[in-house]
């Protein structure tokens, strides 16, 4: 949470005026699946409920940012996204075996072009539908550790995503930003880098 809280304070102070919405995932869900299935006398008590979301234990509403929930009240999560332009953004509960597999599978059950976050790797698949259109499926890489504790042979890239939206029509652009073992990415003709060190 502390961690969190630092990042959270630096994206507002470098964007201080952009909208940011904080999009619940099934890691984020665990504190009220914890809630439901271990405590539920907590859970059902709504003062309890209410104080025990990362909502109120990180400062969201201060640094104005909207966060998502998912829509489910059981201990199951949900696909919880929001939809961008033309573009669903989410994360959501599916992952396939290889990269851009999983967009490609969200894209052939929804019908809807979509930007994933749920399996940590970059990737792109794109389908043509009958009359011309062209529906998209990305997957948006992760920014935590490669090495996690619980597996050795996590296939995930670093990298995020930035999304360009047509205020008018809602068409989108995805532009991938993938980060390299350096932690450098290139952003048009810019190269930035991190100093894991400092």
Known sequence: LAIAERLLRKFRA???NAKIDWIEGNHCFR???YLIEKAPELARSKRIRGHLTIQHLLPLEELNITYHPSPVRTGNWASTYLKVGKLYVGHF???K???GMTGKGLVDKLGVSVLQGHTHRMGWNMRRVLG???LEGWENG???SLEP???STADWQLGFSVVKVHRKTGDFRVIPMPI???YEVWYGDKLFSYDKKS
């Open 14 to 16: 470098l964007v201080p």
């Open 31 to 33: 504190l009220r699946k």
């Open 93 to 95: 509960n599916s992952v």
């Open 97 to 99: 075996s290889s990269s």
């Open 132 to 134: 011309g259109g062209v």
């Open 142 to 144: 992760c920014l935590c």
């Open 149 to 151: 504790s619980y597996t």
């Open 180 to 182: 390299n073992h350096k």
